[in-house]
């Protein structure tokens, strides 16, 4: 588990549904919340031993991970974007929806990305000089930021593709410096300098 910034954790897991390393994070402060967790090396108790979450947030549907557990374990809501909550409905874990533009911790706010799904969510996030998180829409691994491969991206790839980069040039407008991936690796500083590439390419 590594501190990034004062109050923000990130840590990897290996995921055996996609075999390879996923990221997760946890905010401390008032934000109080676990975002698309894995257990880290160490499990509860790791994060326990960092501050205790109030919330559990998925940045999209597919990333309850070890939600359940880590909410048991901390008696805490898991919330994801009214728009994947179908996901749960048939006998799932208790999953409460918010919609785009809810302030879901103090200095969290839910952003729409959309595109690849309808509930993708960028979280902006008031630690340091400002944190985008993202779900799917865009991975980082080996330094570059890029997409899924094609077959995740649905019948028009190219259409996907040019939604979310139009949706990454909107988020430009805000004020962050730090970038999450829920799938690779972040930028702790001069995140926003490498959006504007990638959505210039």
């Not at 880290?40 to 999209?60: C, D, F, K, S, Y």
């Not at 409460?96 to 996030?125: C, K, N, Q, S």
């Not at 980069?165 to 300098?193: C, M, N, Q, W």
């Amino acid at each position: 588990m590594n501190e990034l910034l004062t109050d923000l954790f990130a840590w990897t897991a290996f995921h055996e549904g996609i075999g390879r390393d996923v990221s997760s994070y946890f905010f401390g402060g008032e934000a109080a919340m676990l975002v698309d967790p894995k257990l880290p090396n160490g499990g509860v108790e790791a994060i326990e031993a960092i501050g205790r979450p109030q919330a559990i947030v998925l940045t999209n549907r597919h990333h309850l991970r070890a939600s359940e557990r880590l909410a048991e374990a901390f008696g805490c809501p898991i919330r994801c974007h009214e728009d994947g909550l179908h996901e749960f409905a048939d006998g799932g874990p208790s999953v409460t929806g918010f919609r785009f533009g809810d302030e879901l911790r103090p200095g969290v706010e839910a952003v729409e990305v959309g595109a690849i799904t309808p509930e993708e969510t960028a979280l902006h996030i008031a630690v340091g000089d400002g944190v985008l998180a993202f779900a799917d829409g865009i991975i980082r691994y080996g330094g570059e930021i890029g997409f899924v491969p094609d077959f995740l991206l649905g019948d028009d790839p190219e259409a996907v593709k040019r939604g979310v980069r139009e949706s990454v040039r909107r988020l430009l407008a805000r004020d962050f410096d730090t970038v999450l991936f829920a799938h690779g690796d972040p930028i702790v500083t001069g995140g926003k300098a490498e959006l504007e590439r990638f959505v210039e390419e």
